[in-house]
């Protein structure tokens, strides 16, 4: 009796299940890509306003952009390399010089003061409007003992605490106001001139001149303002046109300094028209990347905003960024001499 033959079914390969990938992992790509976009969109910043934010935070794609690597190397997701690759080196390179340039300085090995030259301390401090912690700010921001200080977002609260200081500043400009743009300025020398500039701005910078001080064989300019944050297209038009303008107010056959809270950093093209504008460099080349508003949590970095640019009559003998408990900036004190200054000085180290 013949059989029929039995229908077998085919047989089916039962494929693993995919494995996912860790959660971690995807974080940090999409962190990564972020980036990447937002390296690309600061390319623009001479164009838009956005873009213009988007460039001062390259600081933080570095940090963003480096641990993706990880996950796109497990993937050997080549084109995502390449990509970040480009992004980091956009980022990095105009960071270079802040590690590798040589500051004006006499010795840059000992960050003490020279004691056969006369230096000069300048204090900037964001004191943040909202502050009202004003004796214990003031205690740790003046121990300093700088010559010149120059405070921003300074309240009607904090005008009789300065006045009190006179013994130690008897020269002071003081327009304390209830918004963001109230300033003090306190010296220890007596200035031969200061103009509040009009600029068409609600911030008044302030233009004084310094005669040849103890020490300093000539006088010295000095310009402080603290544009508003450039949170608009107006607003960031108004903060370019106001620093450019107060640039190329200074001279370069003078010693000049321009220094304060300029909302902005150095990683946008912006900030180096400023520096053509005066023929100005920054005091902080060769001195490392150190910010000075911390916004953000500390893993990510903060933002370098406060400003101290000098011109080839200023040496910069050294750079310091201190610390607050009430202020989202930081204090920053900047030791410095007029050229030709040659009269035996020496000024004992202040913790800071």
């Not at 609260?157 to 020269?171: G, M, N, S, V």
């Not at 600029?199 to 004084?208: C, K, Q, S």
């Not at 970095?301 to 930081?330: C, E, F, M, P, Q």
Request: charged letters at 20%; proline letters at 7%; aromatic letters at 10%.
């Amino acid at each position: 009796m013949a059989t029929e033959p039995q229908n077998t079914p085919p047989e089916t390969t039962v494929s693993a299940p995919k494995r996912k990938f860790p959660l971690i992992l995807r974080i940090l790509s999409l962190f990564g890509m972020i980036a990447v976009a937002a390296t690309g969109l600061g390319l623009f910043c001479d164009s838009f306003w956005i873009a213009d934010l988007a460039a001062q935070l390259r600081v933080q794609y570095v940090l963003l952009l480096i641990p993706a690597f990880v996950p796109w190397g497990i993937r050997r997701s080549y084109w995502r390399i390449v990509l970040a690759a480009a992004a980091l080196i956009l980022n990095l390179w105009p960071m270079v010089p802040y590690f590798i340039a040589k500051p004006v300085v006499a010795n840059k090995s000992d960050f003490s003061v020279s004691d056969d030259r006369k230096t000069l301390r300048l204090l900037i401090f964001n004191v943040l409007r909202t502050n009202t912690e004003i004796e214990t700010t003031l205690e740790e921001t003046l121990r300093a003992e700088a010559d010149f200080v120059y405070l921003m977002e300074v309240a009607p609260i904090w005008q009789a605490k300065l006045e009190t200081l006179k013994d130690r500043y008897p020269f002071q400009k003081l327009i304390c106001r209830d918004d963001y743009t109230g300033v003090a300025f306190l010296s220890r020398h007596p200035w031969e001139s200061l103009e509040i500039v009009d600029t068409d701005d609600a911030n008044p910078p302030l233009d004084l001149q310094f005669p040849a001080l103890s020490g300093q064989s000539t006088g010295f300019r000095l310009i402080v303002t603290h544009p508003l944050p450039p949170l608009g297209s107006d607003l960031t038009e108004a903060r370019d046109r106001q620093l450019i303008t107060l640039a190329r107010r200074l001279s370069p056959n003078e010693p000049c300094l321009m220094t304060g809270d300029f909302n902005l950093t150095p990683w946008s093209s912006r900030f180096a028209k400023i520096l053509a504008a005066g023929q100005l460099r920054d005091a902080f080349l060769g001195f490392g990347i150190q910010p000075t508003l911390t916004p953000f949590p500390t893993l990510i970095g903060g933002l370098k905003v406060d400003h101290v640019l000098v011109n080839k009559a200023v040496s910069i003998h050294n750079v310091r960024i201190g610390t607050s408990r009430y202020s989202d900036h930081a204090p920053v004190l900047v030791e410095f001499e007029i050229a030709g200054g040659t009269e035996k000085y020496n000024r004992s180290k202040v913790k800071f």
